[in-house]
C-alpha cells in the first residue's frame, strides 16, 4: 500500500499572499524603473518653456533670415564644425558648442573651439550612440543662432 500525503488545503488567507506578492513585486519595479527614469532624464530643453515661447517666431524669422546651415563631422575623436550660407564658410562673432546625450546631462562636454579655414574643430572622444551637438551664435548684427545637430557615432573605439 502506498502513503498517499493529505493535499493541502487552499485557503483564502494564502490566494490573498500570492496575489500580494504578485502586484507587489510588480509594483516595486514599475517605481523602480520610473525613479530611474526621471532622475536621469529631467525633460528640460528650457527653463520656461512659456517664456521661451513667446519669443520663439521673432527669433526663428530672424535665424532663417541668417540663411546659416551648420553641418557637424566626427572621425578618429574629433569633431568639425562648419557654418555655411550662400555655399561660403560663415564665421559668426560668438559661438559656443555643447556636446551631449539628448537623454541626460551627465556626460556634457564644452569643448574649446579652434578655427581654421573651413569652420571649427576640437578633440572630443566619444562613445557609441546618439549625441548632439548644441550649437549657439550670434552674427555680426547681434542676430541670435541656435541649432541642435544630431550626431550617430558608430565603432568610435574602431
Same mark, same amino acid.
Not at 493541502?8 to 527614469?37: C, D, H, S
Not at 530672424?62 to 578618429?76: D, M, S
Given at each position: 500500500?502506498t502513503?498517499?500525503k493529505?493535499? $493541502?488545503?487552499?485557503? &483564502?488567507?494564502?490566494? =490573498?499572499? *500570492?496575489?500580494l506578492?504578485?502586484?507587489?513585486?510588480?509594483?516595486? #519595479?514599475n517605481?523602480?524603473?520610473?525613479?530611474?527614469?526621471?532622475?536621469?532624464?529631467p525633460g528640460?530643453?528650457?527653463?520656461?518653456?512659456?517664456?521661451?515661447?513667446?519669443?520663439?517666431?521673432?527669433?526663428?524669422?530672424?535665424?532663417?533670415?541668417?540663411?546659416?546651415?551648420?553641418?557637424v $563631422?566626427?572621425?578618429? &575623436?574629433q569633431?568639425? =564644425?562648419? *557654418?555655411?550660407?550662400?555655399?561660403?564658410?560663415?564665421?559668426?562673432? #560668438?559661438?559656443?558648442?555643447?556636446?551631449?546625450?539628448?537623454?541626460h546631462?551627465?556626460?556634457?562636454?564644452?569643448?574649446?573651439?579652434?578655427?581654421?579655414?573651413?569652420?571649427?574643430?576640437?578633440?572630443?572622444?566619444?562613445?557609441?550612440?546618439?549625441?548632439?551637438?548644441?550649437?549657439?551664435?550670434?552674427?555680426?548684427? &547681434?542676430?541670435?543662432?541656435?541649432?541642435?545637430?544630431?550626431?550617430?557615432v558608430?565603432?568610435?573605439?574602431?
Amino acid at each position: 500500500m502506498t502513503d498517499v500525503k493529505p493535499v $493541502k488545503e487552499l485557503t &483564502g488567507r494564502k490566494v =490573498l499572499m *500570492i496575489l500580494l506578492a504578485a502586484f507587489g513585486t510588480i509594483f516595486a #519595479v514599475n517605481m523602480t524603473l520610473l525613479y530611474q527614469a526621471v532622475k536621469t532624464f529631467p525633460g528640460l530643453e528650457v527653463k520656461n518653456s512659456y517664456v521661451a515661447s513667446q519669443t520663439f517666431d521673432d527669433r526663428a524669422i530672424a535665424q532663417r533670415a541668417l540663411g546659416w546651415a551648420p553641418e557637424v $563631422k566626427y572621425a578618429n &575623436g574629433q569633431m568639425n =564644425l562648419s *557654418i555655411f550660407a550662400n555655399g561660403e564658410f560663415v564665421f559668426p562673432e #560668438v559661438i559656443s558648442v555643447r556636446v551631449g546625450r539628448p537623454t541626460h546631462g551627465r556626460e556634457d562636454v564644452i569643448p574649446v573651439l579652434l578655427r581654421d579655414t573651413i569652420g571649427y574643430w576640437f578633440k572630443i572622444d566619444l562613445n557609441d550612440g546618439k549625441w548632439f551637438v548644441y550649437v549657439t551664435a550670434e552674427s555680426a548684427n &547681434g542676430g541670435p543662432f541656435e541649432q541642435r545637430l544630431e550626431l550617430y557615432v558608430t565603432d568610435a573605439n574602431g
